[in-house]
């Protein structure tokens, strides 16, 4: 069907009178049509002048929908429409638009008619606007009638609009499954940490200066070192985005790690190599929103693990008395092994002890096992973080302490004495000072563990042939000595070759031995209470046996 806009009309069609045929064949109309220019004489099919006119009424509001949405829907336009469809559009359109009975065009399709025109005059301004064309009203009509209404009749646009409700049906059927399945997709993309943008190389450089606060220079270089390593492994190095990094990666890595000249390492090497990319990954993945961290299933290191079941530790009271006082002319040795069974730090933290660290106030003696700082720089730290005070055992250990603390406060004062001796270290190095002055710690530290492990095997082995135990005679080098030491291994007097980690577990059995419950012993090792009792304590704690008092 066509329509066309209001100029036209009122050129055309408002202006038209109904005239009556002279041979009184009824009403005629004449006017130009408004589509085609052509002048047009039409019938009206009609005899009664109200008819005629009420007929070009008709017409007048068909061509000219504005006007007539500005009033009711006339019981004239509902009666006499389809003969004004004729006259204006002809017969074969008005009897394709009222093939069915009843079925005129109401007011709502009428006013759906205007919005087309409305739209038409909107696309004109768009292009007026954008492209610089500017058409004029017979342009926007004839693009209203061909391209946007050609077909419009009521019957078709009420069968639009029954699909269209139709339409809105499926639609809240399929919203409910599209918000489903928009959710799942979200979730599969956090699975594979899809929106997880960082690369591994960005995220390394935001973590290791988190990591430096309260950490030694050694521990942060060798942190450095670790995950610099683990980017050269990756197919993209310190490009690859962080949610792609897989577990199967890191096991790779892990498996193929040497030492600096390309020889095997230990698997408890590799470990502490591991240990370092898992603090990473644990920040990372709360910092940058990971979906699971990549270090949570990574596969053991055969040989890393310390079997639970098997804790070496003193399990007899007489010998720790023993091994005690077999140390006597050593008191050095006899308050660093009395410290280490009897109070509990670990190596890294007893060998950083200061003499201002232990508290000698009656009933109030205490440890004090902290972080040490210089300025901003950390130069030792306890394995969690968190400083802790452990009460000095008062039996054994008190006794020897204080004893200790009052030689070395002369010693520090004596004339001669060496820089580590002048040191407010605890246990200071026993090692010479050599021609090359420390620069990565400071005077007196124990610097290397194995410059320790060498010092206290010295001392073990003479301790054990002044008691008997060992036979050493002159002609034995440094190697046999050590051969035999370690052949105790296994005897009656193996508490011999113990060392740090001996010592720690010797610690733990000797509170739980003392009657101390599992929280109490945790708290004082500074270890979960699951983990002190799988890895210190040989000895479940069943009363009190030993006489040790804390």
């Known amino acids: 069907m066509v329509f066309v806009d209001n100029s036209s009309v009122a050129e055309t069609i408002m202006h038209i009178t109904p005239k009556l045929d002279p041979k009184g064949k009824g009403y005629r109309i004449f006017f130009r049509h408004p589509q085609t220019k052509k002048p047009i004489a039409r019938g009206l099919g009609t005899r009664e002048d109200i008819e005629a006119q009420a007929i070009c009424r008709d017409i007048e509001a068909l061509c000219s929908l504005p006007q007539l949405l500005q009033a009711p829907y006339s019981p004239e336009l509902r009666g006499y429409e389809r003969r004004a469809v004729e006259v204006i559009l002809g017969d074969k359109v008005a009897e394709e638009v009222f093939k069915d009975v009843g079925a005129p065009f109401t007011a709502d399709d009428l006013k759906d008619i205007q919005a087309l025109h409305e739209e038409a005059d909107t696309i004109a301004k768009i292009d007026a606007r954008d492209v610089g064309i500017r058409h004029t009203r017979e342009d926007v009509a004839e693009h209203f009638a061909h391209d946007m209404v050609r077909f419009f009749e009521p019957r078709a646009w009420r069968e639009l609009n029954e699909y269209l409700r139709k339409l809105e049906k499926e639609l809240k059927v399929l919203k409910p499954r599209c918000e489903y399945l928009e959710t799942e997709v979200a979730r599969l993309q956090r699975l594979q940490n899809a929106k997880v943008k960082a690369k591994i190389g960005e995220a390394v450089v935001a973590w290791l200066p988190v990591y430096k606060q309260y950490r030694s220079s050694h521990a942060y270089n060798r942190a450095v070192k670790a995950t610099k390593s683990f980017m050269a492994s990756l197919p993209k190095q310190s490009d690859m985005k962080l949610g792609d990094i897989r577990t199967a990666q890191i096991d ?62 003193i399990r007899r009271i007489e010998d720790l008395h023993a091994l005690l006082d077999g140390l006597k002319p050593w008191p050095y040795w006899k308050a660093f092994v009395a410290t280490a069974i009897l109070q509990g730090p670990r190596y890294a933290e007893q060998v950083w002890l200061k003499l201002d660290d232990v508290f000698l106030a009656g009933d109030g003696d205490y440890l004090c096992i902290r972080t040490r700082t210089s300025g901003r720089r950390v130069m030792g730290t306890t394995k969690t973080g968190r400083e802790r005070n452990v009460p000095l055992e008062k039996t054994t250990l008190l006794s020897i302490l204080k004893e200790y603390i009052e030689s070395r406060k002369l010693e520090q004062v004596r004339p001669g004495a060496t820089e580590a001796q002048k040191s407010a270290w605890l246990f200071p190095s026993t090692v010479p000072d050599g021609p090359v002055k420390r620069t990565k710690t400071p005077a007196g530290i124990w610097s290397h563990n194995r410059s320790f492990q060498n010092a206290w095997q010295a001392a073990a082995i003479e301790a054990a042939r002044r008691a008997g135990v060992l036979v050493i005679e002159e002609k034995d080098t440094w190697k046999e000595k050590l051969e035999k030491l370690r052949n105790l291994a296994g005897t009656s007097f193996e508490y011999w070759t113990y060392g740090p980690d001996e010592w720690r577990h010797c610690f733990g059995t000797a509170l739980a031995n003392s009657g101390l419950n599992s929280l109490e012993i945790s708290r004082m090792m500074g270890n979960r209470p699951d983990v002190a009792d799988k890895y210190y304590i040989a000895t479940a704690s069943t009363g009190s046996r030993w006489p040790f008092l804390w």
């Open 252 to 313: 790779e890595w892990v498996e193929k790690l040497k030492g600096e000249e390309g020889q095997e390492i230990s698997a408890r090497t590799k470990q502490k190599q591991r240990n370092f990319l898992s603090m990473f990954f644990r920040w990372a993945t709360k910092k940058y929103d990971l979906v699971e961290n990549p270090m949570t299933k990574v596969e053991p290191i055969p040989g890393a693990q310390r079997p639970p079941d098997h804790i070496v530790a």
